[in-house]
């Protein structure tokens, strides 16, 4: 298994630049494992796909301001911040540009109220930065948006998903996007169960695998959380014959995390640098919701061990040859 066996070619008009409104008119490929059959649905129809007794488990992370603008102290050179992880009260790990000028001791201004300092060095153009207050820093802050993306976004909430709660991630879960209030409403009047997780998406979001054998691909830590009666509830819709759909390569990861000692699912609180490819033996989900992602990454080496690669390159093909909208703000994926 190579990096290479998960490239493809996308011409940048299918990179969908705004999202779909309403939310849950964006289209859905639905394929089907039993069979290698594919559907072509629009996202609302989701409600006709599942049964009485399944439970959608969704990813309760909301992105917070992580994007900052400022300048050096000294030299007023021009800075750019991606905060990728809270270590502490107003400390952080965060992407620096240009990382290159930015050594320990730097001194930046954002606003009058915002002053950073660098202090630690890491990897490539990650430093660790101390922040002179917390909450000057979250109303310095914009919503990123991932590089792909080139239209400026008119309503920062409509990148965040409609139940999002739990400030941290630096993307949003995007499959999660689809969902609107009275979807979920037609959803639960229909029998189906929801469960909610965290996973706060962090900086291999931003990562593409370089490395030729997927295996050597660091794998950055999340941040995740399953609660005891979220995996109660979980456990319990298995044992009663419902299936668990995942909405999301993040909400995938937190429940295979959470079972890794065994088949049942157990309570987790902490980080996981949890990798699947091609290979892995899935423990949790029966089905899985997500968008068309991109060449040579994690996620999409992910839904091809869930739906099979060869599965997938036919259905991305599908996808292109149909004009499905892709990345974030595109289409989705119903796996079952």
């Known amino acids: 298994m190579k ?121 490539g153009a990650i430093r660790v930065v101390q922040f002179s207050d917390e909450e000057a820093l979250e109303k310095a802050g914009q919503v990123p948006l991932p590089p792909y993306i080139h239209t400026p976004l008119q309503d920062p909430e409509r990148y965040q998903t409609v139940y999002a709660r739990v400030k941290g991630s630096v993307a949003a879960p995007t499959a999660g996007l689809h969902f609107t209030p009275e979807l979920l409403q037609r959803l639960k009047e229909n029998g189906i169960r929801f469960a909610f997780v965290t996973l706060h998406v962090g900086l291999d979001t931003f990562s593409p695998v370089r490395v030729e054998d997927p295996k050597d691909h660091p794998m950055h830590k999340e941040y995740g959380e399953l609660s005891e009666e979220m995996a109660h509830q979980l456990n319990k819709t298995k044992e009663e014959g419902g299936r668990i759909i995942c909405v999301g390569t993040t909400t995938v990861r937190v429940l295979e995390q959470a079972a890794q000692r065994g088949n049942r699912i157990q309570a987790f609180h902490g980080w996981t640098d ?34 099979g690669k060869g599965f997938i390159q036919r259905a991305y093909q599908e996808a292109m040859r149909l004009g ?9 994926m119903l796996i079952l």
């Open 324 to 332: 499905y909208r892709f990345y974030s703000f595109g289409d989705a």
């Open 3 to 123: 990096t290479s066996d998960f490239d493809y070619h996308l011409p940048p008009q299918f990179i969908a630049q705004t999202p779909t409104e309403p939310r849950d008119h964006s289209r859905l490929m639905v394929l089907h494992r039993d069979d290698g059959s594919i559907d072509h649905r629009r996202f609302y129809e989701i409600v006709d796909l599942l049964r009485p007794g399944d439970v959608l488990v969704f990813n309760d992370s909301r992105v917070i301001a992580a994007r900052l603008i400022g300048r050096k102290e000294g030299s007023g050179g021009r800075v750019e911040l991606l905060l990728l992880r809270r270590l502490s009260p107003g400390l952080w790990q965060a992407l620096v540009r240009p990382g290159r000028r930015v050594d320990v001791g730097t001194r930046m201004e954002f606003t009058t109220d915002l002053h950073g300092q660098v202090v630690e060095k890491e990897q």
């Open 274 to 307: 949890l990798f699947i490819l091609p290979g892995y033996r899935f423990r949790t989900l029966d089905g899985l919701i997500t968008n068309f992602h991109l060449p040579r990454s994690t996620l999409l080496m992910l839904v091809a061990a869930f739906a």
